[in-house]
């Protein structure tokens, strides 16, 4: 596999891994980049979170839409999923397990986000796919294998997003809870393609309830 991204920097903020009781990985848009997904923590506010988000080469995960069939991504896609899952591994081998670790992202990175916590299926803290939803084309196959185990997931998305059909949230939707993930789909009437204040807030709730959990293990 090519390394395209995995040479690329990862953005922190927050409190340091050894210190946390929670993490999140934030994964940005096409053409965005780490620094302007970690400005979301602002809003997002919450202590005691270590926040991760790596940065795409060129400033895009990977080339073609994320409706494309899956070859017309490569090798960038398979070096994406990497990225992810080297960052995954770090902050488990930093202590933090992975029931305590959100995955966010926004419109090109919640595509990635989505699409890697459905080819790793565990209990993780959470999954946060803000307008976006799995890759591939249409009627591709959706052959994943284990169990989310009730991981806690957040799909939002605008009913006339440009870039984003509600026909690949809704099948979103049921391919993860048919990966046993607790799914709470919203859709905006109206909504351009951005992150709205309602979805801030379901997303600083799945914080909160991750903070009651390792308070309660402590």
Sequence with gaps: MQEIHQTQPVRT????????????????????????????TQELD???????????????????SFLAPLEQNEPYLSSALATLDNLVQRVADEGIPHNHLILLGFSQGACLASEYVARNARRYGGLA????????????????????????????????????PRERVDETEQVLSELQAEVTKRIYRGMGHTVNQDEIEFVRSMMDELLNQAANQA
């Design 13 to 40: 903020a927050g409190v340091a891994l050894d210190d946390a009781r929670a993490a999140m990985i934030l994964v940005h848009g096409r053409g965005a980049t780490a620094d302007s997904i970690l400005t979301l």
């Design 46 to 64: 919450r202590p005691h979170f270590a926040y991760l988000a790596p940065q795409a080469a060129y400033n895009t995960w990977y080339p073609q």
């Design 129 to 164: 796919a803000l307008s976006g939803g799995l890759i591939g084309a249409p009627g591709a196959s959706r052959d994943y294998d284990g169990s989310l185990q009730g991981t806690p997931v957040f799909l939002g998305c605008s009913d006339v997003d440009p870039h984003i």
